[in-house]
């Protein structure tokens, strides 16, 4: 059952079943096998973020002193990123009423204790298709609020297995993880992939980053 939070902001709660998250788990963890984690620096001033990253897809977003970009490569393989997950890919195709596939898919692995400032994004120069987040492992705090770094924000819990879909009028909202649910907490509890450390947690982001050439 799908609640729309606001208009084109949409929660799909349970979306991924047990066993769509386990082969999803095993999907990521095989792409961080070839393309590991790094841990993504702000522009300007070196600043480590405390989530690592990695990314699958033809284009993976990056972060460290010379800025934000999206790029075919790993930075520090330098090999092409890995083939989207087709867990992801398939959600996609489910949920994101958009008619190309995604280019990127970008990982997000969070250390219990760690969180993501409020932000928007918007690298992508395509903005009519939606970005798409699944999440696996721990549960977290999702804040969102609107198109102003100062408008009133709201918070849902985000599960393993959830799918949220950020797009239309909702597409460049502000929104970021205040904190994870410890496990213990039965509320927060969810199924441990083998790549996270107990109570870690990882969520996906499948974006389309160029605007798809018409037919
Ligand atoms: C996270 N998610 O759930 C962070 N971005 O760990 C995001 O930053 C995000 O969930 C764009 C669309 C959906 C998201
Ligand atoms: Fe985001």
New binding site residues.
């Given amino acids: 059952m799908a609640t729309e939070l606001a208009p084109g902001l949409i929660h799909h709660p349970g979306y991924l079943d047990a066993a769509a998250r386990a082969r999803l788990a095993d999907e990521v963890a095989a792409i961080l096998a070839e393309a590991p984690s790094v841990t993504p620096r702000m522009p300007r001033t070196g600043k480590p973020f405390s989530v690592r990253m990695s990314n699958a897809g033809p284009l993976g977003w990056v972060s460290d002193v010379a800025g934000y970009r999206y790029q075919p490569n790993h930075p520090g393989t330098a090999r092409p990123w890995p083939a989207l997950p087709p867990t992801a890919r398939a959600a996609w195709d489910a949920l994101a009423s958009y008619p190309a596939p995604p280019e990127a898919c970008l990982i997000?692995l969070?250390a219990p204790g760690t969180r993501?400032g409020l932000?928007q994004?918007r690298d992508e120069a395509d903005l009519a298709a939606p970005?798409?987040?699944l999440?696996l492992g721990a549960a977290?705090l999702?804040r969102y609020g609107g198109l102003r770094r100062s408008d009133p924000t709201r918070s849902i819990r985000?599960q393993a297995g959830d799918a949220?879909v950020?797009g239309g009028p909702s597409r460049l909202v502000f929104?970021?993880?205040d904190r994870l649910y410890p496990v213990g907490d039965l509320l927060g509890a969810g199924d441990e992939p083998g790549f996270l450390p107990p109570g870690g947690?990882c969520?996906l982001?499948l974006r389309r980053v160029t605007a798809p050439v018409p037919p």
Avoid: E, K, P
Wanted: glycine share 4%.
């Fill in positions: 997000n969070y993501m932000h994004d970005v798409l987040s999440s977290a999702f985000l949220l950020i929104h970021g993880i947690r969520n982001t």
